[in-house]
Protein backbone atom coordinates (compact mmCIF):
# COMPACT_ATOMS: atom_id res chain seq x y z
CA UNK A 1 0.00 0.00 0.00
CA UNK A 2 1.68 3.35 -0.77
CA UNK A 3 0.68 6.53 0.41
CA UNK A 4 2.29 9.74 -0.26
CA UNK A 5 2.30 13.81 0.31
CA UNK A 6 4.85 15.62 -1.56
CA UNK A 7 8.33 14.34 -0.91
CA UNK A 8 7.05 11.92 2.06
CA UNK A 9 6.26 8.09 1.51
CA UNK A 10 4.91 5.77 3.34
CA UNK A 11 4.69 2.22 2.18
CA UNK A 12 2.63 -1.12 3.65
CA UNK A 13 1.89 -4.28 2.76
CA UNK A 14 -1.17 -5.40 4.35
CA UNK A 15 -3.29 -8.87 3.40
CA UNK A 16 -7.59 -8.79 2.88
CA UNK A 17 -8.02 -11.91 1.62
CA UNK A 18 -5.83 -12.66 -1.04
CA UNK A 19 -5.15 -9.53 -2.10
CA UNK A 20 -2.49 -6.47 -1.60
CA UNK A 21 -4.35 -3.51 -1.62
CA UNK A 22 -2.00 -0.24 -2.69
CA UNK A 23 -3.46 3.27 -2.47
CA UNK A 24 -1.87 5.33 -5.27
CA UNK A 25 -2.91 8.45 -3.68
CA UNK A 26 -4.75 9.81 -0.92
CA UNK A 27 -7.39 10.94 -2.89
CA UNK A 28 -7.94 8.56 -5.70
CA UNK A 29 -9.43 4.89 -5.51
CA UNK A 30 -7.23 2.00 -4.30
CA UNK A 31 -6.11 -0.13 -7.06
CA UNK A 32 -4.90 -3.36 -6.74
CA UNK A 33 -1.47 -4.38 -7.66
CA UNK A 34 0.61 -7.26 -7.03
CA UNK A 35 3.41 -6.73 -3.90
CA UNK A 36 6.76 -6.40 -6.08
CA UNK A 37 5.19 -3.19 -8.36
CA UNK A 38 5.12 -1.30 -4.89
CA UNK A 39 8.93 -0.87 -5.70
CA UNK A 40 8.44 0.45 -8.93
CA UNK A 41 6.27 3.18 -7.90
CA UNK A 42 8.36 4.23 -5.15
CA UNK A 43 11.62 4.06 -7.10
CA UNK A 44 10.24 5.39 -10.91
CA UNK A 45 7.67 7.21 -9.83
CA UNK A 46 9.40 9.18 -6.63
CA UNK A 47 12.81 9.82 -7.77
CA UNK A 48 13.18 12.51 -5.29
CA UNK A 49 11.95 10.48 -2.27
CA UNK A 50 13.87 11.63 0.78
CA UNK A 51 11.79 10.00 3.99
CA UNK A 52 9.81 6.95 4.68
CA UNK A 53 7.67 7.09 7.70
CA UNK A 54 5.48 3.58 7.81
CA UNK A 55 2.73 4.20 10.46
CA UNK A 56 1.40 0.81 12.15
CA UNK A 57 -2.68 1.37 10.99
CA UNK A 58 -4.08 3.06 7.80
CA UNK A 59 -8.12 3.66 7.81
CA UNK A 60 -9.51 3.12 4.42
CA UNK A 61 -13.20 3.08 3.50
CA UNK A 62 -13.95 3.23 7.38
CA UNK A 63 -11.92 0.23 7.79
CA UNK A 64 -8.35 0.28 9.81
CA UNK A 65 -5.64 -2.50 8.73
CA UNK A 66 -2.91 -2.86 10.75
CA UNK A 67 0.41 -2.47 9.12
CA UNK A 68 2.46 -5.82 9.22
CA UNK A 69 4.82 -5.86 6.36
CA UNK A 70 7.09 -3.82 3.97
CA UNK A 71 6.47 -5.98 0.65
CA UNK A 72 9.37 -7.10 -1.70
CA UNK A 73 11.26 -4.26 -4.00
CA UNK A 74 9.35 -1.81 -1.67
CA UNK A 75 12.26 0.78 -1.58
CA UNK A 76 14.05 -0.52 -4.54
CA UNK A 77 16.95 1.60 -6.02
CA UNK A 78 15.44 4.41 -4.21
CA UNK A 79 18.55 6.19 -3.95
CA UNK A 80 17.60 9.46 -2.59
CA UNK A 81 16.27 7.82 0.68
CA UNK A 82 17.63 9.04 3.63
CA UNK A 83 15.17 8.32 6.42
CA UNK A 84 13.21 5.10 7.35
CA UNK A 85 10.82 4.58 10.26
CA UNK A 86 9.44 0.84 10.89
CA UNK A 87 6.46 0.57 13.49
CA UNK A 88 6.63 -2.05 16.10
CA UNK A 89 3.31 -3.43 13.89
CA UNK A 90 5.53 -4.76 11.02
CA UNK A 91 6.79 -8.24 11.20
CA UNK A 92 8.58 -8.72 8.11
CA UNK A 93 10.58 -7.57 4.91
CA UNK A 94 10.19 -8.78 1.84
CA UNK A 95 12.67 -9.25 -0.86
CA UNK A 96 15.06 -6.51 -2.25
CA UNK A 97 12.41 -4.30 -0.05
CA UNK A 98 15.68 -1.95 0.54
CA UNK A 99 18.20 -3.11 -1.78
CA UNK A 100 20.55 -0.34 -3.47
CA UNK A 101 19.26 2.59 -1.48
CA UNK A 102 22.09 4.02 -2.40
CA UNK A 103 21.37 7.86 -0.15
CA UNK A 104 24.52 9.09 1.84
CA UNK A 105 22.62 10.11 4.31
CA UNK A 106 20.60 6.56 5.06
CA UNK A 107 23.48 4.85 7.34
CA UNK A 108 21.19 3.85 10.06
CA UNK A 109 18.35 1.52 9.73
CA UNK A 110 16.45 0.37 12.98
CA UNK A 111 14.48 -2.96 12.88
CA UNK A 112 11.81 -3.11 15.82
CA UNK A 113 12.35 -6.50 17.56
CA UNK A 114 8.34 -7.39 16.07
CA UNK A 115 10.29 -8.01 12.51
CA UNK A 116 10.34 -12.24 12.74
CA UNK A 117 11.24 -12.49 8.80
CA UNK A 118 13.44 -10.44 6.49
CA UNK A 119 13.70 -11.13 3.37
CA UNK A 120 16.49 -12.46 0.56
CA UNK A 121 18.54 -9.33 0.07
CA UNK A 122 16.47 -6.92 1.66
CA UNK A 123 19.36 -4.58 2.41
CA UNK A 124 21.56 -5.69 -0.74
CA UNK A 125 23.92 -2.91 -1.65
CA UNK A 126 23.62 -0.14 1.04
CA UNK A 127 26.42 0.91 0.69
CA UNK A 128 26.41 4.02 2.83
CA UNK A 129 24.72 1.59 6.10
CA UNK A 130 26.83 1.80 8.83
CA UNK A 131 24.83 0.46 11.48
CA UNK A 132 21.77 -1.91 11.17
CA UNK A 133 20.69 -4.34 14.29
CA UNK A 134 19.30 -7.96 13.13
CA UNK A 135 16.09 -7.78 15.53
CA UNK A 136 16.07 -10.96 18.62
CA UNK A 137 13.34 -13.03 16.78
CA UNK A 138 14.82 -13.69 13.34
CA UNK A 139 15.82 -17.12 13.04
CA UNK A 140 17.81 -17.39 9.51
CA UNK A 141 19.74 -14.94 7.88
CA UNK A 142 18.51 -15.26 4.45
CA UNK A 143 20.95 -15.32 1.39
CA UNK A 144 22.21 -12.11 0.41
CA UNK A 145 20.73 -9.86 3.40
CA UNK A 146 23.80 -7.81 3.83
CA UNK A 147 25.32 -8.71 0.75
CA UNK A 148 27.93 -5.26 -0.69
CA UNK A 149 26.42 -3.27 2.92
CA UNK A 150 30.38 -2.14 2.52
CA UNK A 151 30.41 0.70 4.95
CA UNK A 152 29.10 -1.46 8.05
CA UNK A 153 31.54 -2.24 10.73
CA UNK A 154 30.70 -4.72 12.83
CA UNK A 155 27.72 -7.34 12.76
CA UNK A 156 26.68 -9.11 15.93
CA UNK A 157 24.05 -11.88 14.80
CA UNK A 158 21.54 -12.60 17.86
CA UNK A 159 20.91 -15.93 19.72
CA UNK A 160 18.14 -17.47 17.69
CA UNK A 161 19.76 -17.42 14.46
CA UNK A 162 20.22 -21.00 13.62
CA UNK A 163 21.92 -20.57 9.48
CA UNK A 164 23.70 -17.72 7.80
CA UNK A 165 22.64 -17.81 4.11
CA UNK A 166 24.43 -17.92 1.16
CA UNK A 167 26.47 -14.97 1.06
CA UNK A 168 24.64 -13.01 3.22
CA UNK A 169 27.59 -10.73 4.51
CA UNK A 170 29.29 -11.20 0.89
CA UNK A 171 31.61 -8.20 0.84
CA UNK A 172 30.85 -6.35 3.96
CA UNK A 173 34.43 -4.95 3.07
CA UNK A 174 34.60 -2.59 6.45
CA UNK A 175 33.49 -5.11 8.75
CA UNK A 176 36.58 -5.71 11.49
CA UNK A 177 34.00 -7.21 14.19
CA UNK A 178 31.88 -10.38 13.77
CA UNK A 179 29.90 -12.02 16.29
CA UNK A 180 28.48 -15.69 15.50
CA UNK A 181 25.71 -17.10 18.54
CA UNK A 182 26.58 -20.60 19.71
CA UNK A 183 22.89 -21.07 17.94
CA UNK A 184 24.51 -21.47 14.45
CA UNK A 185 24.74 -24.41 13.00
CA UNK A 186 25.24 -23.84 9.80
CA UNK A 187 27.32 -21.04 7.52
CA UNK A 188 26.53 -21.27 4.18
CA UNK A 189 28.26 -20.78 0.67
CA UNK A 190 30.31 -17.75 0.36
CA UNK A 191 28.09 -16.40 3.41
CA UNK A 192 31.67 -13.32 4.43
CA UNK A 193 33.24 -13.83 1.12
CA UNK A 194 35.47 -11.09 0.99
CA UNK A 195 35.01 -8.94 4.26
CA UNK A 196 38.05 -7.89 3.91
CA UNK A 197 38.86 -6.10 6.81
CA UNK A 198 38.21 -9.17 9.02
CA UNK A 199 41.39 -10.02 10.95
CA UNK A 200 39.65 -13.26 13.32
CA UNK A 201 36.83 -15.33 13.44
CA UNK A 202 35.11 -17.34 16.40
CA UNK A 203 33.14 -20.53 14.99
CA UNK A 204 30.63 -21.39 18.52
CA UNK A 205 30.37 -25.42 19.00
CA UNK A 206 27.03 -25.48 17.44
CA UNK A 207 28.12 -24.98 14.24
CA UNK A 208 28.62 -28.41 12.26
CA UNK A 209 29.08 -27.06 8.43
CA UNK A 210 30.70 -24.64 7.06
CA UNK A 211 30.32 -24.24 3.66
CA UNK A 212 32.14 -23.75 0.38
CA UNK A 213 33.98 -20.05 0.27
CA UNK A 214 32.47 -18.98 3.18
CA UNK A 215 35.07 -16.98 4.54
CA UNK A 216 37.22 -17.00 0.98
CA UNK A 217 39.85 -14.02 -0.02
CA UNK A 218 39.14 -12.54 3.70
CA UNK A 219 42.36 -11.03 3.30
CA UNK A 220 42.86 -9.26 6.71
CA UNK A 221 42.02 -12.64 8.73
CA UNK A 222 45.17 -14.00 11.03
CA UNK A 223 43.15 -16.40 13.54
CA UNK A 224 40.49 -18.76 13.09
CA UNK A 225 38.69 -20.27 16.30
CA UNK A 226 37.32 -23.45 15.18
CA UNK A 227 34.58 -25.06 18.14
CA UNK A 228 34.10 -28.46 19.09
CA UNK A 229 31.43 -29.30 16.72
CA UNK A 230 32.55 -28.37 13.43
CA UNK A 231 32.70 -31.72 10.96
CA UNK A 232 32.97 -30.41 7.76
CA UNK A 233 34.60 -27.37 6.25
CA UNK A 234 34.22 -26.36 2.40
CA UNK A 235 36.37 -26.04 -0.64
CA UNK A 236 38.01 -22.45 -0.21
CA UNK A 237 36.42 -22.07 3.22
CA UNK A 238 39.53 -20.67 4.12
CA UNK A 239 41.21 -20.12 0.84
CA UNK A 240 41.33 -18.14 -2.19
CA UNK A 241 44.00 -15.69 -3.52
CA UNK A 242 43.86 -13.23 -1.36
CA UNK A 243 43.41 -15.32 2.45
CA UNK A 244 47.20 -15.69 2.49
CA UNK A 245 47.88 -13.88 6.36
CA UNK A 246 45.89 -16.74 7.95
CA UNK A 247 48.63 -18.04 10.89
CA UNK A 248 46.81 -19.37 13.83
CA UNK A 249 43.94 -21.80 13.79
CA UNK A 250 42.76 -23.14 17.01
CA UNK A 251 40.44 -26.25 16.53
CA UNK A 252 39.04 -28.16 19.53
CA UNK A 253 36.71 -30.81 17.06
CA UNK A 254 37.87 -34.31 18.57
CA UNK A 255 37.90 -35.59 15.04
CA UNK A 256 39.71 -33.52 12.41
CA UNK A 257 37.21 -32.01 10.43
CA UNK A 258 36.72 -33.48 6.57
CA UNK A 259 38.26 -30.50 4.81
CA UNK A 260 39.64 -30.33 1.21
CA UNK A 261 42.81 -29.72 -0.34
CA UNK A 262 41.55 -26.06 -1.14
CA UNK A 263 40.04 -25.33 2.10
CA UNK A 264 42.99 -23.69 3.05
CA UNK A 265 45.61 -21.47 1.18
CA UNK A 266 48.19 -21.01 3.28
CA UNK A 267 49.74 -24.37 5.06
CA UNK A 268 52.07 -22.58 6.56
CA UNK A 269 49.59 -21.54 9.16
CA UNK A 270 49.93 -23.22 12.46
CA UNK A 271 47.45 -25.50 13.72
CA UNK A 272 46.42 -25.54 17.58
CA UNK A 273 44.99 -28.64 18.75
CA UNK A 274 44.88 -30.21 22.30
CA UNK A 275 47.72 -32.72 22.73
CA UNK A 276 45.10 -35.70 22.77
CA UNK A 277 43.60 -35.15 19.23
CA UNK A 278 47.69 -34.51 17.82
CA UNK A 279 48.21 -38.00 16.27
CA UNK A 280 44.43 -37.40 14.64
CA UNK A 281 45.34 -33.98 13.04
CA UNK A 282 49.22 -35.03 12.20
CA UNK A 283 48.01 -37.93 10.28
CA UNK A 284 44.93 -36.90 8.49
CA UNK A 285 44.78 -36.40 4.77
CA UNK A 286 44.18 -32.84 4.74
CA UNK A 287 45.35 -31.14 8.45
CA UNK A 288 48.41 -32.97 7.93
CA UNK A 289 49.73 -30.96 5.26
CA UNK A 290 50.23 -28.23 7.72
CA UNK A 291 53.88 -27.39 8.30
CA UNK A 292 53.12 -27.26 12.15
CA UNK A 293 50.87 -28.67 14.28
CA UNK A 294 50.78 -27.72 17.86
CA UNK A 295 49.21 -28.60 21.53
CA UNK A 296 47.28 -25.61 22.75
CA UNK A 297 49.06 -23.59 24.72
CA UNK A 298 52.35 -24.14 23.47
CA UNK A 299 52.88 -20.66 22.05
CA UNK A 300 52.29 -19.41 25.68
CA UNK A 301 55.13 -21.67 27.24
CA UNK A 302 52.56 -23.63 29.11
CA UNK A 303 52.74 -26.68 27.14
CA UNK A 304 55.96 -28.42 26.23
CA UNK A 305 56.13 -30.59 23.44
CA UNK A 306 58.34 -33.30 25.63
CA UNK A 307 57.38 -36.58 23.92
CA UNK A 308 57.81 -38.32 20.80
CA UNK A 309 55.09 -38.71 18.16
CA UNK A 310 54.74 -41.85 16.48
CA UNK A 311 52.29 -42.43 13.30
CA UNK A 312 52.38 -45.47 11.55
CA UNK A 313 51.00 -46.87 8.63
CA UNK A 314 51.45 -49.86 6.41
CA UNK A 315 54.77 -49.64 5.12
CA UNK A 316 56.05 -46.80 6.71
CA UNK A 317 56.36 -44.58 10.12
CA UNK A 318 56.52 -41.17 11.15
CA UNK A 319 58.53 -39.74 13.90
CA UNK A 320 57.96 -36.75 15.59
CA UNK A 321 60.74 -35.50 18.48
CA UNK A 322 60.91 -32.45 20.22
CA UNK A 323 64.12 -30.49 20.15
CA UNK A 324 66.68 -29.72 22.53
CA UNK A 325 68.52 -25.89 22.77
CA UNK A 326 72.09 -27.73 23.69
CA UNK A 327 71.51 -30.90 20.87
CA UNK A 328 74.29 -31.55 18.50
CA UNK A 329 72.76 -34.53 16.85
CA UNK A 330 69.39 -37.08 17.09
CA UNK A 331 70.06 -40.41 16.47
CA UNK A 332 66.91 -42.62 15.83
CA UNK A 333 67.36 -46.18 16.19
CA UNK A 334 64.57 -48.41 14.60
CA UNK A 335 64.70 -52.48 15.44
CA UNK A 336 62.83 -55.52 14.18
CA UNK A 337 63.29 -57.86 17.06
CA UNK A 338 66.77 -57.86 17.83
CA UNK A 339 67.99 -56.59 14.31
CA UNK A 340 68.70 -53.07 13.91
CA UNK A 341 66.03 -51.70 11.01
CA UNK A 342 67.98 -48.64 10.83
CA UNK A 343 69.88 -45.69 12.66
CA UNK A 344 69.19 -42.22 11.50
CA UNK A 345 71.38 -39.52 12.30
CA UNK A 346 70.41 -36.09 12.23
CA UNK A 347 72.02 -32.82 12.68
CA UNK A 348 70.71 -29.38 15.43
CA UNK A 349 69.30 -27.78 12.17
CA UNK A 350 66.89 -31.18 11.04
CA UNK A 351 69.81 -32.22 8.38
CA UNK A 352 69.71 -36.12 7.57
CA UNK A 353 73.53 -36.73 7.95
CA UNK A 354 73.27 -40.54 7.34
CA UNK A 355 70.71 -43.24 7.48
CA UNK A 356 72.63 -46.82 7.95
CA UNK A 357 70.44 -49.64 7.28
CA UNK A 358 70.45 -53.09 8.38
CA UNK A 359 73.19 -55.58 6.25
CA UNK A 360 71.38 -56.08 2.36
CA UNK A 361 70.14 -52.40 2.43
CA UNK A 362 71.22 -49.12 0.89
CA UNK A 363 70.67 -45.48 1.85
CA UNK A 364 72.39 -42.36 2.11
CA UNK A 365 70.38 -39.45 1.85
CA UNK A 366 72.47 -36.44 3.31
CA UNK A 367 70.36 -33.08 1.95
CA UNK A 368 67.16 -34.71 3.61
CA UNK A 369 66.20 -32.51 6.33
CA UNK A 370 63.28 -33.70 8.97
CA UNK A 371 60.11 -30.84 8.83
CA UNK A 372 59.47 -28.63 11.62
CA UNK A 373 56.53 -29.61 13.46
CA UNK A 374 55.87 -27.24 16.98
CA UNK A 375 58.76 -27.63 18.88
CA UNK A 376 60.18 -30.56 17.11
CA UNK A 377 61.01 -32.57 13.88
CA UNK A 378 59.38 -34.71 11.72
CA UNK A 379 60.49 -37.33 9.78
CA UNK A 380 58.97 -40.71 7.62
CA UNK A 381 60.76 -43.75 7.48
CA UNK A 382 59.90 -46.06 4.53
CA UNK A 383 60.47 -49.47 3.84
CA UNK A 384 58.61 -51.07 6.73
CA UNK A 385 56.63 -54.39 6.56
CA UNK A 386 52.91 -54.14 7.43
CA UNK A 387 51.51 -55.71 10.35
CA UNK A 388 54.62 -56.04 12.57
CA UNK A 389 55.83 -54.66 15.50
CA UNK A 390 59.20 -52.67 15.72
CA UNK A 391 60.98 -51.16 18.73
CA UNK A 392 62.94 -47.30 18.61
CA UNK A 393 65.10 -45.15 20.54
CA UNK A 394 65.73 -41.73 20.06
CA UNK A 395 68.87 -39.89 21.56
CA UNK A 396 69.59 -36.34 21.41
CA UNK A 397 73.60 -35.61 22.26
CA UNK A 398 75.30 -32.51 22.86
CA UNK A 399 78.35 -31.50 21.18
CA UNK A 400 80.96 -33.47 23.32
CA UNK A 401 78.58 -36.74 22.23
CA UNK A 402 76.90 -36.92 25.59
CA UNK A 403 73.33 -37.95 25.69
CA UNK A 404 70.90 -35.43 26.70
CA UNK A 405 67.78 -37.25 26.30
CA UNK A 406 66.58 -40.67 25.53
CA UNK A 407 63.13 -41.79 24.30
CA UNK A 408 62.05 -45.72 23.50
CA UNK A 409 58.83 -47.54 22.97
CA UNK A 410 57.20 -49.56 20.28
CA UNK A 411 55.22 -49.18 17.77
CA UNK A 412 53.02 -51.70 14.75
CA UNK A 413 52.87 -50.77 11.21
CA UNK A 414 49.14 -51.34 9.49
CA UNK A 415 47.81 -54.76 8.31
CA UNK A 416 46.56 -57.89 9.05
CA UNK A 417 49.15 -59.01 11.96
CA UNK A 418 50.58 -62.42 11.17
CA UNK A 419 50.30 -63.74 14.59
CA UNK A 420 48.11 -63.05 17.94
CA UNK A 421 51.65 -61.39 19.13
CA UNK A 422 51.90 -58.47 17.05
CA UNK A 423 48.37 -57.38 18.58
CA UNK A 424 49.64 -54.97 21.52
CA UNK A 425 46.00 -55.49 23.58
CA UNK A 426 44.89 -57.97 26.07
CA UNK A 427 43.14 -60.69 24.21
CA UNK A 428 40.67 -61.24 27.15
CA UNK A 429 37.01 -61.19 25.82
CA UNK A 430 38.12 -60.14 22.33
CA UNK A 431 36.90 -60.60 19.37
CA UNK A 432 38.65 -59.89 15.71
CA UNK A 433 37.58 -58.46 13.07
CA UNK A 434 38.39 -57.26 9.79
CA UNK A 435 36.68 -53.89 7.95
CA UNK A 436 38.04 -51.99 5.51
CA UNK A 437 40.52 -54.46 4.63
CA UNK A 438 41.88 -53.34 8.48
CA UNK A 439 42.37 -55.79 11.52
CA UNK A 440 40.06 -54.95 14.65
CA UNK A 441 39.92 -55.80 17.77
CA UNK A 442 36.18 -55.50 19.55
CA UNK A 443 36.86 -55.75 23.74
CA UNK A 444 34.12 -55.17 26.42
CA UNK A 445 32.03 -52.71 23.54
CA UNK A 446 34.83 -50.82 22.36
CA UNK A 447 36.92 -51.01 19.28
CA UNK A 448 40.53 -50.84 18.99
CA UNK A 449 43.77 -51.18 16.75
CA UNK A 450 46.30 -53.18 16.15
CA UNK A 451 48.15 -50.86 18.53
CA UNK A 452 45.58 -51.05 21.16
CA UNK A 453 44.55 -47.75 20.30
CA UNK A 454 40.47 -47.23 21.11
CA UNK A 455 38.70 -45.98 17.96
Known amino acids: MLLFANTTLWAYDFRVGDLCYNITSQTAPYTVE ?4 IGKVASNNYPNLTTANIPSSVIHNDTTYVVTGIGDYAFWECETLASLTIPESVTYIGKYALASCNCESLISVVIPNSVTSIGE ?45 EQAFLACASMTSLTIPNSVTTIEKAAFHMCLALESVTIPNSVTHISGAAFADCQSLTKVTLGTGVKEIGEQAFGGEYTTKLYDIYCYATNPPKAFESTFTNYNAI ?50 WPTHTEADTYIIVIKKGDEIFCTLTFNAEGQLLNIAFAPGRNGNHPAQYAEQAGNGYRFTVTGLTEATQ ?8 DAENQPITTYS ?33 LRDGKTYNVMGQEL
Open 121 to 165: GAFHSCIYLTSINIPNGITRIEPHTFALCIAIPSITIPENVTSIG
Open 34 to 37: VANE
Open 390 to 397: YTYSITTK
Open 271 to 320: VHVSCENYRAYYSDIVWGNFKQIECIGAENGNVVTDSVIIVPSTNSVSIT
Open 409 to 441: GEFTTLGTPTSVSDIQLPMTNCQKIIRDNQLLI
